[in-house]
């Protein structure tokens, strides 16, 4: 079937569904303990999980599978429920923040070494030239004297309590930080923050408490650092696919979350060309949409990660995905021109959610459905409306 035909058909199956719109996004996990221990501007929200759980019926024992797991939403949510979960990321701090949300502690252990932390006796460490170069334009000196110092009293530590601290003590820098993230960049302004030493003991305390109320299962969690493009799972193995790619309008992760990803290594992390739709090369596919180069990419990318999906879920088995449309340049011909080889840029609105439904569908998936959870408009210059931006829902059934 064309792209055209599908689109037609496609239609009835749409449909708006806005009063799940905050569902789409981070901001109902700020507030909930442990979803909140790594601030993931890009993730979606614990309830869309559950309610996605619920409507396809997945019980105790399933397995569930996020492939482009971020903050690790999706499985913190199946641990509570007994559900066993697979999650990759090609991005090393989401890998590390999923993986310790998700962990089992000991919370009288954890305890121990912050009293040891605490009281511990200041060192002022040499700080020039030991911290990569945003560092000392996001922090105050006193705040980097603070992350030296706690860093080698924690650097020693197990592994398992080792990384509880690390995600506190890099949870606590960047609230007592000068930065803000906007879209793809980092911005810096400088404001009066807390002191960090005192702000680190306020989130360990915090996150030792939430531990102690959130409801716990004994169920399994893999979570890897690996290209969704290529899944390490058998083939009929998944009951359930929750999952949220990188959006069109795409944003390299390497970079907006480069301090985050210091704490990890204790340096900066080498930028990774594996990202959906990033690398530079030419493609061809889906040639009979018009559509510029990146998009060609990108859905060259998704349309692998998507076969992977089919593959590894058990018949009958759904996958449901938060996409966004995007909004990007390309170069037509130019109709006013005399000029027949001349071209111009212009922006134009991609509908990343039909598109993916249509790659999907020539998979083998039935589109069940797709709900819209958020409209807004696409603008030019900041102020001049181009038409309408969907971020969407796709239910597809294998
Ligand atoms: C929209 S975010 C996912 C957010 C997640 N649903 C949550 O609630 O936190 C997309 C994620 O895809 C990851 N990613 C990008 N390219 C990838 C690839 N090739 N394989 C696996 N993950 C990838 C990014 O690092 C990012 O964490």
Redesign the pocket.
Known sequence: MSYEEFREQLVDRIEEKLEWRDLAT?VPNKKTPIYNWFY?K???AKELVEKLLEMFEIKEGATAL?????????LLVCKEKSIKSVG????PV?VFATRVKTADYDTDLLRENMQIISRARFAQLNTKGKFPGIFYRAFSKYALEDIAFLRSMIIHLDREVREFFVLALMNAAIKCSYTYKDGSVIKIKKKHVAPLRKMFRHVVSKMIRDIEKSPRTEASIRVEL????SLDLDDNSVDVVI????YLNNID?TKVYSIEEYFIYGEPVPGVR???GLQAKDSDFLSEIPLPIQARLYFEDMNKVLQELYRVLKKDGHAAIVVGNGYVRRSVASSTSQNASHSEDVNEVIESDIILAYLAAELGFEVEKILVLNKRFALEDRTVKKGVLRESLLILKK
Not at 243 to 246: A, D, L, Q, R, Y
């Open positions: 981070f993931y890009e993730g979606f996020d492939p482009f797991c971020g903050s690790g939403t999706t990759y990321d090609v991005l989401s690996e290209d969704a493009r999952t949220s790619p990188p992760y594996a990202y959906i």
